[in-house]
């Protein structure tokens, strides 16, 4: 049984396929149309997906939206802003053009219509089964908690066997993730997806405005509650633009916030103290309210094991600490807990929760992607005219280890691509964790990023006690650990401001031969540790071969690792300036 899942019209559109219970393919539709966190319909994705089934034999299409979802709140809302209606109209629009777009994409000269059963899954419901159904775990608490979706901000219950139960919910206008998203524009930082960089901010501050902060956000048992004198979203509504697709939230906050903390900063300005300071206060009670949210969920449950996806469940220095603020002893979170995950989510809720199949899956890794074979690696090399060393694995392996040691800086393109905001060691950019210049080596040379935004390590899964206070699986980096205070001064450019390392943990049978890396890295260096950031400059991450040799020779990296292809730059130095000529013109 084949079950198509979809996010269409929503950021980071994607698509993923089930089949027979097992997740096959999932990729964002951004790695295609190269626009970041691209909003449309998935339609590359979606066939990416379907290339190697027989679409007649697709079942069922899972959309990750249900336009009937807590209907009686929306036209209530309506009756009391008659504003809205515009917006409500054009969201039920969206569902339905998903609907045609999906079931035309899928029966295009294939099969009857009717052979495909087209599902509304509600944003919640696919985020909850995106994060149990994927978990290892046969029973567990289960907490989905983002912006909005559905008119929900959060929605928790209890998962056993093959089906979940909704136990709680939070309504719109009420979100934590809106409170962030707030703080987040209020700091300048105005972009979709951009609350990482005030997490990342929030170290180099002191939670000197938290009772002010608080004033903002309030958490009553599963209940959050914004202050909403702080926000316009509910009284003049949320504009989201779609410039090409890429989608930008308009301001969510009111006068109010600047009344109490002063101007808001204006994007690209320099950034002072205070601005840190106030990063750190909302970061401080997101946690506080993330904590009661959880601990009254597990008081209510009695689970020891945690699931949990949405945006907010991205919120990875609070995730490190669930093991310290809560009693929950096990946790599994959706490595996409952002919107795309929730194609996978749709298509599991279909299996499992309509369609009543035994669980046959978890979701161990994200090399959900694309893949190209060594021959079509090899004509890319060939066509380009680059000068390459095919080598065998070993050397492969102990080549770029001693490259990495010795200071250069890597792009490392192997197997399947990557699904979700991390590049988990397929597509990724990596460097020696011991250097402290190489933080500001990879911003200058490649990345180009804001100083206060941690470089992140990947360790060998044995290693983690080693280095990390919590020695527990974080194979997705969703979670930041605390790096032992003795190791610090020995891997300090993956160290952040705070002592935390946003880390992955490489398991053997994951990914045999990104482990194989770290483990001669720590052979040759006696750290099993490396930085690992995307393989991209400001774009999404590279999908192709093409992309990747065109990242590599336009960019100051120094080393490319495709497939069994060892590239230098100094053997390539031509190419390298022809690149750069072509896209400075
Ligand atoms: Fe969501």
Request: glycine share 8%.
């Amino acid at each position: 049984m084949n079950i198509l899942g979809l996010n269409a019209f929503h950021g980071d559109a994607s698509a993923a396929l089930l089949s027979d219970g097992q997740l096959i393919a999932a990729v964002e539709e951004e790695r295609f149309n190269r626009i970041k966190h691209w909003a449309g319909f998935p339609a590359l994705a979606a066939k990416s997906c379907l290339r190697d089934i027989d679409p007649a034999s697709l079942g069922h299409v899972a959309i990750s939206r249900d336009p009937k979802a807590h209907l009686w709140r929306k036209l209530g809302r309506v009756v009391a802003r008659p504003g809205d209606w515009t917006r409500l109209v054009s969201r039920a629009r969206n569902t339905i053009k998903v609907a045609n777009l999906a079931e035309s994409l899928v029966t295009s000269g294939v099969a009857r219509p009717d052979q495909v059963r087209i599902h509304h899954v509600e944003h919640h419901h696919a985020h909850l089964a995106s994060a149990f159904f994927a978990s290892p775990f046969e029973e567990s608490a289960i907490v989905s908690i983002d912006g909005f979706g559905d008119f929900s901000s959060l929605m928790w219950g209890v998962g056993k066997g093959n089906r979940f139960d909704v136990r709680g919910a939070v309504r719109f206008p009420h979100s934590l993730g809106l409170f962030y998203t707030a703080f987040t524009q209020f700091l300048g930082f105005p972009k979709y997806g951009d609350e990482y960089k005030m997490m990342g901010l929030s170290a180099y501050g002191e939670p000197r405005f938290v009772e002010k902060v608080r004033d903002v956000v309030r958490a009553s048992d599963d209940q959050i509650r914004l202050n909403l004198d702080y926000f316009v979203h509910h009284s003049e509504g949320v504009e989201m633009s779609w410039n090409d697709c890429e989608p930008t939230v308009g301001r969510v906050y009111s006068a109010k916030l600047p009344e109490v903390f002063g101007p808001a900063r204006v994007p690209r300005s320099e950034l002072e103290q205070k601005h840190s300071d106030l990063a750190a206060s909302v970061q401080a009670v997101l946690e506080e309210r993330y904590f009661e949210i959880l601990n009254y969920v597990q008081r209510e449950t009695g689970q020891k094991k945690l699931c949990l996806a949405g945006g907010v469940a991205l919120n990875c220095v609070a995730n490190g600490m669930i093991f310290e603020k809560t009693p929950f002893r096990d946790v599994y979170i959706q490595a996409a807990s952002h919107d795309a995950g929730t194609s996978i989510g749709a298509a599991l809720y279909v299996s499992h929760q309509v369609l009543k199949q035994p669980r046959r899956f978890v979701m161990r890794h994200v090399y959900y992607g694309p893949e190209h074979s060594e021959s079509d690696i090899r004509k890319e090399l060939d066509d380009s005219g680059v000068h390459y060393h095919p080598l065998s694995e070993e050397e492969l392996v102990d080549r770029t280890a001693r490259q990495i040691a010795d200071g250069h800086i890597v792009g490392w393109f192997q197997g399947r691509m990557e699904f979700g905001p991390r590049a988990l060691g397929n597509r990724s950019i990596l460097a020696d964790p011991r250097r402290h210049d190489m933080k500001d080596i990879l911003n200058k040379r490649i990345k180009f990023r804001e100083h206060f935004r941690p470089f992140c390590p990947s360790v060998l899964a044995e290693a983690t006690g080693e280095f990390f206070e919590t020695d527990y699986p974080s194979p997705f980096m969703v979670q930041a650990y605390r790096i032992k205070l003795q190791q610090r001064e020995r891997i300090p450019a993956v160290t952040h401001q705070d002592g935390t390392g946003r880390l992955q943990t490489v398991e053997k049978d994951v990914n045999p031969l990104y482990w194989k890396l770290l483990r001669r890295f720590g052979d040759l260096t006696g750290v099993p540790i490396l930085i690992n950031t995307s393989f991209n400059e400001n774009e999404p991450i590279v999908n192709t071969p093409k992309e990747a040799l065109d990242c590599f020779l336009r960019t100051n990296m120094d080393v490319l690792v495709i497939g069994p292809f060892f590239l230098h730059k100094s053997e390539n130095v031509r190419h390298s300036q022809n690149r750069r000529a072509l896209t400075e013109a």
